[in-house]
T-cell receptor
């Protein structure tokens, strides 16, 4: 089955540690996205990538980093510089960046808790 | 900058009643509009989308939405609510030619027996 996988589903981190969230898709989509979800705030864009080896900052990129070395993979690192990292993180992908019918497909999410 | 307003963080209906979830957007050009649904601790699933053409859009699970340019609205409706419709609903907008979505803050739909 084609889709987007995120791992792990739950992640616990101590303050001061970096953690990496995995996102893999087998939909052959060009574009991939990372969102952060907090209660009552909707989804906020962290980073996005339209092609391999290229990515752009979203609205809340501070304290996060990404890489896009392969088309199917877009890992997100939450660094110790992120002041309040506890949240639900969602990865998404779309066929290409600007086409008319390009809705985004979402993975199941990773819930990160800082202890 | 784009913005999306969803009126009401929580909407409560009885099973069998009409569901109406409101979405208004700001955009200087005709946008692409989306409604997504999210069940607890899961990702988002696309309900329906408007790109061009017919302004009344039908989606999955009996939902539909109407694009009204003059009102900059894209309200989501369902004639008869089911218990299984209880979830959080997000409206999103994308300007044509751009890849990123702007999401509203979401509306939690509560369905009582």
């Amino acid at each position: 089955d084609g889709g987007i996988t995120q791992s792990p589903k739950y992640l616990f981190r101590k303050e001061g540690q970096n953690v990496t969230l995995s996102c893999e898709q087998n939909l052959n989509h060009d574009a991939m996205y990372w969102y952060r979800q907090d209660p009552g705030q909707g989804l906020r864009l962290i980073y996005y990538s339209q092609i391999v080896n290229d990515f752009q900052k979203g609205d809340i990129a501070e304290g996060y980093s990404v890489s896009r070395e392969k088309k199917e993979s877009f890992p997100l690192t939450v660094t110790s510089a992120q002041k309040n990292p506890t949240a639900f993180y969602l990865c998404a992908s779309s066929l290409n960046s600007g086409g008319r019918y390009n809705e985004q497909f979402f993975g199941p999410g990773t819930r990160l808790t800082v202890l | 900058a784009q913005s999306v307003t969803q009126l009401g963080s929580h909407v409560s209906v009885s099973e069998g009643a009409l569901v109406l979830l409101r979405c208004n957007y700001s955009s200087s050009v005709p946008p692409y509009l989306f409604w997504y649904v999210q069940y607890p601790n899961q990702g988002l699933q696309l309900l329906l989308k408007y790109t061009t053409g017919a302004t009344l859009v039908k989606g999955i699970n009996g939902f539909e939405a109407e694009f009204k340019k003059s009102e900059t609205s894209f309200h989501l409706t369902k004639p008869s609510a089911h218990m299984s419709d209880a979830a959080e609903y997000f409206c999103a907008v994308r300007d044509s030619g751009y890849s990123t979505l702007t999401f509203g803050k979401g509306t939690m739909l509560l369905v009582s027996p």
